[in-house]
């Protein structure tokens, strides 16, 4: 990957000998030292996203940025084109924004006033709803959707989370009937949900903080869905702070004053993000701390499942 690279920090006439590995997560984030400040160089995993769904991404990245919301701006190489093909590697440069994570694996880290955080983080994710409704997307606008079939579908978008090995027999016969009833739901309530672009991301590792601004990072899931699956995904890594109610009540309080949230459609959305990890797992489970996260992610989702089937729709 280093070589990929260095060769891509020279289509944006940066210097290879500037650049240093910052993260290694879904994508390689070098980070790249220039003149007019520092950019992140994304290096793409081979097969997860095409070109036109980048640089979708991209665009309304831009939008965001020109609209005020503090999220990186997409920089054009030398020849002006927003995403680069290095060797069969997708590469986009980003600027680098201040400030640090507010916290890693769902733990806040360093915030004193934990509501106030979530209060804030609300009204950004209303801000980035609000913007990106006002927005027409490009012709060739593609990206995800967190609809009904990609979530409860026959293919969802993280793969059948039915499928995870570490579910039981038992676990498996809930989730099927979940995952009917819920799909059920969502087609009976499809015409009053909210329904647009979304983040689908702002985990601890995905919002930061600088003084008292908040910003968001990594869009690389961001796509069509249901307005509260994005707080849902703010919510599912809380649920067991022993303060979870406030921090939820807070995150609502700081989203609700420019959208409306429906607390039973939230609590569909948050069991259905936590069967997408079910689903996210699978393939990496021979990747170091693979297992571990698996049975973490059926701890998560079995209680919600449980919770869905005693609830009012029984």
């Known amino acids: 990957m280093t070589g990929i690279a260095h060769q891509a920090a020279s289509l944006w006439g940066l210097d290879p000998a500037r650049i240093t590995l910052a993260a290694q997560r879904e994508n390689a984030v070098w980070r790249a030292e220039g003149?007019?400040?520092?950019?992140?160089l994304r290096l793409h995993r081979p097969g997860y996203r095409s070109?036109?769904?980048?640089?979708s991404e991209l665009e309304w990245m831009a939008m965001l940025a020109d609209g005020g919301l503090d999220v990186p701006r997409p920089v054009p190489s030398r020849n002006g084109r927003l995403v680069e093909d290095v060797g069969g590697t997708m590469?986009?440069?980003l600027t680098w924004l201040p400030g640090r994570m507010v916290g890693r694996q769902g733990a806040l880290e360093g915030i004193g006033d934990r509501t106030g955080h979530m209060r804030h983080l609300g009204a950004l994710l209303a801000r980035l709803h609000d913007l990106s409704d006002g927005w027409t997307p490009p012709p060739g606008f593609t990206r995800p959707r967190w609809d009904h079939p990609g979530l409860v579908g026959d293919t969802p978008l993280w793969g059948p989370f039915w499928d995870n090995p570490d579910l039981s027999a038992t676990d498996r016969a809930a989730l099927a009937l979940a995952r009917g009833r819920a799909g059920a739901a969502l087609q009976a309530q499809a015409p009053g949900l909210d329904f647009g672009l979304i983040h689908a991301d702002a985990i601890t590792e995905n919002v930061m903080v600088d003084g008292g601004r908040l910003s968001l990072i990594d869009f690389d899931d961001g796509g069509w869905g249901y307005r509260d699956f994005d707080l849902a995904t703010v919510l599912l890594r809380q649920l067991s702070a022993p303060d979870y109610p406030a921090l939820r009540a807070a995150l609502i309080a700081g989203y609700a004053p420019?959208?409306?949230v429906d607390a039973g459609t939230l609590d569909l959305m948050l069991m259905l993000r936590a069967l997408?990890?079910?689903?996210?797992?699978?393939?990496r489970m021979d990747e170091p701390g693979g297992r571990a996260r698996s049975l973490r992610a059926v701890a998560t989702a079995m209680p919600l499942v449980h919770a869905y089937l005693r609830g009012p729709n029984a």
């Open 35 to 40: 003149p007019d400040g520092s950019h992140a």
């Open 51 to 55: 070109g036109d769904e980048l640089r």
């Open 276 to 283: 997408t990890y079910l689903g996210w797992i699978i393939p």
């Open 258 to 260: 420019r959208r409306a």
């Open 91 to 93: 590469v986009d440069l």
